[in-house]
């Protein structure tokens, strides 16, 4: 059974730092697209960032260009979400998603195309 668990929300000033974890375990192999999204209260769930598997190709949303980061550590296979210079913006539940497909192939894929998701965590920009 596959599981997704992300963690490290929090509530930030503006400007500030955050780094999202989100660790997937149940796979029978690390051959699987990670995809981070976020969803604020209101509005749909947005593609944030993606890495593909195998060749580590990375893709950003527009809004989140030069601000964050995605990373993944095989070892423990586990993706990071490195978040800098926060806007109030950036509010939202941010969710991890898995699967094995052919995903992140050309940009941030739709959310429907992940089956694999986690619980959420939130993360608050305010003063």
């Known amino acids: 059974q596959v599981q997704v668990v992300e963690s490290g929300g929090g509530l930030v000033q503006p400007g500030g730092s955050l780094r999202l974890s989100c660790s997937v375990s149940?796979?029978?192999?690390?051959?699987?697209?990670i995809g981070w999204f976020r969803q604020a209260p209101g509005k749909e769930r947005e593609g944030v960032s993606c890495i593909r598997p195998g060749d580590g190709i990375k893709y950003y949303t527009e809004s989140v260009k030069g601000r964050f980061t995605i990373s993944r550590e095989h070892a423990d296979n586990t993706v990071y979400l490195q978040m800098n210079s926060l806007k109030p913006e950036d509010t939202a539940v941010y969710y991890c998603?898995?699967?094995?497909?052919?995903?992140?192939?050309?940009?941030?894929?739709?959310?429907?195309?992940?089956?694999?998701w986690g619980q959420g965590t939130q993360v608050t920009i305010s003063s």
């Open positions: 149940g796979f029978t192999s690390d051959y699987y697209a």
């Open positions: 998603a898995a699967d094995p497909g052919r995903l992140c192939v050309v940009g941030v894929s739709p959310a429907s195309l992940y089956d694999h």
